[in-house]
């Protein structure tokens, strides 16, 4: 590394920049903080909102959901799959089905947020085939503003997910489930 | 060669021009949707606007206040001065984990600095896991939009690189089968992965991690899989706040796309135990374009791709034709900073309809911007000759009345006189190569106008006392 480099780069900075100008505050907007935006929003980019009563009917909602899935991820039930920060690749790779705590849901783009704390394992919520956010209600905020003042920190890592993995390369034809999870379900209680 | 004559070759299929010119505008149409769902959109393009020329105001103190905030994260932060030291840093950190199986996620920074073929060069096999960017990379083009890189490209197209590279069907042209074969292929490269190179959407002052925009996911299944994480960002891609990430990431999908946002937004502030994450900050120009009042704006840019989608050149002439990393308007207020002879014509790649300036989550003035790069390039003799006298000339007539006047008489005489062929020879009269002339008047408006009768003399008004 060169210290040069970062020398040269921040004293051009300083000699170039303009004359300071101030930061703005940020206003709260306000907005639709509710579950039916959420779920509106988040079926127009291809994923599914299903409602429970409560987390002890997770399982058997996930039956129904999934009544395919051989390989399950997830510390909130007896999963097949022991998994942590430590899981080899080539078992992360064969998940059919992880299932994680999602933080914060934003109903204005059908977004949630995922903590590390909650993924098991960093690569788990994009190497798994489906992948399913359990998201209490109650969590929903109208914006991307409300939910990054609901933040604490961004811990290590941590991401909004939106959907299920997608593209449009090829002609913008809009294809579910590139490289990520093929499907995203958001199970509400 | 300039711009327009690249854009000629894109031109000789009118079908697919045809259909690149509507896609685009498909796309444009999709972000108006978005834009128009939320009421206080204008509210937070100035907020971004904003935010963004406070965070180039003080610039210097915000690079040093992230990279202290990374190095207490773990991270290891390198400077970069130009290309070239960019790409020896990255070659340097994967020969230290002895590594050869790169994979890499969208970065128009690793583009212009050209760090593919240098990698390649040095025996390191580099994987773009962009669906657009592999299916470019397979075809060894350069990307054509900065958002969506294969956009000159049909299915058929790809389904026939594909044939080729993959060995999926003869013939095959079907997004789907076709995405899902590119998904397997992937999938081998990501498990094999053992450094991941990605670019950056934002940096966080105040956290000091880094923020990637994907919808496919190919940023977080690269990173998390890979022994080392190399982000590679621009200085100017600092925020000052995690929650200046609220106004930014509603606007930069809807803008690009038209969503609501990007289907992974994903946070890299410190790497999982064992394992090691770099931060590349690169100037390469960036502090010289600061140093242009005029043109420093520019640096703003959150690269939606909007100004593209939108701009009718663009989309008639298609990303190549601007032989820069990044195409459009943006590109062409961004390109003559690096090399003025060389994008000397793209500045005039433009109709400055002004729609860019428009559209832009930032507020970038850009088609002002295009104007004043044309000053600039006359100043520094950069235009071609023929542009230069007649500009000269025209200036020159309509600065006199009289001049004026005598000429158009001449030139309406001329045009009904002179042959065809003469009139529209399109070596000396470049704007009849696809046009046809009016059909000249015998009269101008001012000859017109002093043959009226004189209107009846206004009685004088009454004066009122200041």
């Known amino acids: 590394m060169s210290t040069a480099s970062r020398d040269r780069i921040l004293a051009a900075t300083k000699a170039n920049k303009p004359a300071e100008l101030p930061l703005p505050t940020v206003p709260d907007f306000g907005g639709e903080a509710t579950a039916e935006r959420f779920a509106a929003v988040l079926a127009g980019i291809g994923g599914t909102v299903v409602r429970m009563n409560g987390l002890g009917e997770l399982v058997s909602t996930l039956q129904q959901l999934f009544p395919e899935a051989r390989t399950t991820a997830s510390p909130l039930f007896a999963a097949s799959v022991p998994i942590n920060a430590q899981t080899p690749t080539g078992i992360l790779a064969a998940i059919d089905l992880t299932v994680l705590q999602g933080e914060i849901g934003v109903a204005e783009n059908g977004a949630v947020w995922l903590p590390e704390a909650n993924m098991m394992n960093r690569a788990l919520p994009t190497i798994t085939q489906h992948l399913a956010l359990v998201l209490d209600h109650r969590r929903i905020v109208a914006t991307m503003h409300q939910a990054y003042a609901q933040l604490p920190n961004t811990g290590g890592y941590g991401k909004f997910v939106a959907g299920p993995s997608k593209t449009a390369d090829i002609e913008q034809s809009l294809v579910i489930g590139a490289h990520g999870a093929r499907s995203l379900v958001v199970v509400l209680y | ?466």
């Open chain 2, 1 to 466: 060669m300039n711009h327009a004559t690249r854009a000629d070759k894109f031109l000789l299929d009118a079908d697919r021009t045809t259909w690149h010119d509507e896609t685009l505008w498909f796309v444009r149409e999709k972000r108006d949707r978005a834009v128009y769902a939320v009421p206080e959109f204008q509210e937070l393009r100035q907020l971004a606007s904003d935010i963004k020329d406070h965070t180039l105001s003080r610039l210097d103190l915000y690079l040093q206040e992230f990279e202290a905030a990374a190095q207490a994260n773990g991270v290891h932060v390198h400077w970069a001065a130009d290309a070239a030291e960019h790409n020896a840093i990255i070659l340097d950190i994967i020969q230290k984990q002895g590594a050869t199986r790169i994979v890499k996620s969208k970065s128009m920074l690793t583009e212009e600095c050209h760090l593919n073929p240098y990698l390649i060069k040095h025996g390191i096999e580099v994987v773009d896991t962009d669906l657009g960017e592999r299916i470019i990379q397979f075809r060894d083009e350069p990307p054509s939009h900065i958002v969506l890189p294969a956009i000159h490209l049909k299915k058929e197209d790809v389904g026939e690189t594909f044939h080729t590279h993959l060995g999926t069907e003869k013939g095959e042209s079907d997004p789907q089968r076709l995405t899902e074969a590119a998904r397997q292929h992937l999938r081998g490269k990501f498990i094999a992965g053992q450094v991941a190179i990605s670019g950056v959407n934002f940096a966080i002052a105040e956290t000091g991690g880094v923020v990637v925009c994907t919808n496919e996911g190919n940023a977080d299944l690269g990173v998390n899989l890979a022994a080392v994480h190399i982000a590679c960002m621009g200085i100017e891609k600092i925020i000052p706040r995690l929650t200046d990430l609220g106004v930014f990431t509603r606007l930069l999908a809807r803008s690009a796309t038209g969503q609501p946002v990007t289907t992974y937004t994903s946070h890299f502030t410190k790497p999982v135990a064992g394992k090691e994450m770099h931060i590349v900050i690169v100037d390469n120009g960036r502090t010289q374009q600061l140093g242009r009042p005029d043109f420093r704006a520019s640096l703003k840019c959150i690269r939606c791709g909007a100004c593209m989608n939108t701009c009718p050149v663009y989309r008639r002439s298609g990303g190549h034709s601007y032989d820069f990393t990044v195409p459009g308007p943006i590109g062409a207020i961004l390109s003559p900073n690096i090399d003025m002879k060389k994008h000397a014509s793209l500045p005039f790649a433009s109709t400055l309809c002004g729609s860019c300036t428009d559209v832009c989550p930032v507020k970038i003035d850009i088609h002002t911007q295009l104007y004043k790069w044309r000053q600039v390039l006359g100043e520094a003799n950069e235009i071609p000759a023929s542009k230069k006298w007649s500009m000269k000339f025209m200036g020159r007539v309509l600065a006199s009345t009289r001049v004026y006047g005598l000429g158009g008489q001449f030139a309406r005489k001329a045009l009904r006189l002179l042959p065809h062929g003469l009139t529209h020879a399109t070596s000396v009269n470049a704007w009849a190569v696809a046009r046809e002339l009016p059909e000249a008047p015998k009269q101008s408006f001012r000859e017109w106008y002093a043959k009226q009768p004189q209107p009846a003399a206004q009685p004088a008004q009454p004066k009122i006392p200041a």
